[in-house]
């Protein structure tokens, strides 16, 4: 069989990796993929720059849409961004008939319905299994093997930074901002960190699964998202007090009449899988009714763990995959539906800093049983006079948008300082 | 597009799920297929048995080998055992140009490479997910996912029914017949249990994940396998206080001269995801080098999961996949060399019981002592006068035929009574 013929968009850490798997796999891999995989353009901002590698060999582009017109049959794209150069080479390479294989979760997230279409219509594949929790084939057992009986849930820890964050915190007793510091010193997160600690990336991975998993277009409006900045340690402490781990969690649900799409910190059972996933560790819990549920861990970043995905892929181009790439042919993606506010119930977590003065617990209490929300377990603590008190509690299963209407009151309140902090409990 | 004909082998209870999950599956399973799936014949020992499901209104054979002469584009076959009519069903179904998906480890773990073959030969798709926990998709994974880098050790909790007794004799204090009493009564043990307790059924599994790993022949043959019989609450207990839990693993390992497959009880240090699998849970954890590792964890028997792992794999075939089905083509399978037996090394959990006499300590270290093999640490209790005592052991890494010959030598002792036990301690 003839080799596949590959370009290559992309050389930073990811792409390096890709590189300098296909050149190691050699004929093991060749194998595995059923001929030979030939790189025979690679593209990156800088010619120049030494990546510790030598690629004087392989044809040199300095446009990276120029790839679409190469004669590659696969066009890897490892740019990242929505848009750009990434949008522009999907489109370019899906229209010339190329197979295109991406670790780009913002592009897909944007504009997976369209490039799905695009490639279905060229009869090229589309695969991004690197997309999604780096190395974890959590994008090909979504999309071929909880078929039969459907996903009903997906929650995952998808971003390794805020999961190392969280981590430490709790492993040093440091806030968000030493613990933020720390990880940038180390490389666990970008010099600007908002997209992760901001919940973005999540977000975009989030709705990449969801699609997936219910045969919805990739939708980031109809998606609720909050970060991790505004969380304490004191939160992770209580936290540990009530048996629970708080962890961002993007979580995609079929309720009775739409999809719940959330990323959010939650409390995580210590002692269920999602609360023992440790460090810039991603995993992925999938509810399949009764077949299930499946639990998948492993690496979600890194050179290895991104570029064995992206080779996964790859391989699966050359052995001839090329079903939908959300699983559903892209005419037949339905537009995605939300949940009604009202169907989200939970037991919350919720965080008050308050005025140490008399009729401040009555005044909360007051307030969240107009709502209807019933108080299930409470703990006061760190009383020194003048300072400002924390009440914690766990409400009774409510309604979410009654506990944040009630929240919305108290912070109103001259006795409550700052915003309360409220935080699921999310069971099973 | 044609709709898939399908043709079911075996009306048991993963036969019954895949029926009534095809039932029930409709359009949103057609739409995932890319086409319909119909059921076209079925097959079972008997007829008039009430199934909890009216099956009139599909064609019905009686002799099983007969469906490979139907219309059907795929037989699945979930009859069972490693020869009689599965094999002659399978051999009949490929060598006619059908697809082949199967429940049945024993069958490929025995014929697997001579299946593969004739599979290849006939352009028949040949697959198991559901052969290898339950509905975990660690077959496509291994075949699929971890080709970049390549799989250098997989282990796994491959059997629910050893699980469930581990875990309930730890619940309990249960010895092991009460426990496994127990696992008959509530349905996860087999009124024979002995396939699954004495480890067959592990290593059948196994034989098939080390296939997929290594590329190499599944290999029943080189193979040590150890079931759970013989584990006492006393090492489970004893286990605990080291800091770990007794789970029965099948691990095949890449050494530097051969490939180490076993099935055995080995202690998992608790706090490590495999040490976290309870009950009739499966899991496996796949290192990939600087890639992984990777951990699943799912439900690996019962009607759903194992329906869920099959409909997948007819959904593969209705897409169009026919990849090899061991990951590399049947003729480039290797035999599987096995290990160096010096090359298996680590440090091993021994429990003696002995007589509470002068000088059997001192037998034991020194019996030990001249194999080479020292210890790290000691436990010694449960003194009554005239009752044997526990003496248990761990070493520090040794060599296995060390330690076993050291054993045959102290079991020899007329101050030691039965066999001794010995549990290596898994890493990571």
Redesign the interface.
Known sequence: MKPLKIAVAGLGTVGMGVLT?LAK?GE??A????RELQVVAINARSRGKDRGMVLDHIPWTDDPVALARSDADVVVELIGGEGGVALDLAKAALSAGKHFVTANKALLATHGAALAALAEKNRSALRF?AAVAG???IV??MR???????VRSVRGILNGTCNYILTRMEATGNEFADALAEAQRLGFAEADPELDVGGGDTAHKLALLASLAF?TAPDLAQMSVTGIRHLTYDDIRFAHEFGYRIKLLGIARQMPHGIDQRVQPAMVKI?T?LA?VDGAFNAVMAD????????????GAGA??T??????DI??VA???N??CF???AA?LSALTPALPDSRRAAFYLRFAVLDMPGVLAEIAGRLAESGVSIESMIQRGRSPGEPVAIVMITHESPEPAVARALKVIAASDKVLGNPCMIPMETG
């Open positions: 798997c796999g093991a891999l194998q595995r993929a059923g299994e190395g974890i084939p090909k057992a071929e093997s909880f078929v039969g009986y459907g045969g002692g899988p023992d399949v009714g009764e077949a299930g549920p499946y639990f998948f861990e492993g690496r290895a763990p570029a064995s995905a992206v080779v996964a391989v699966d052995r001839g995959a079903g939908p699983g559903v042919p037949e």
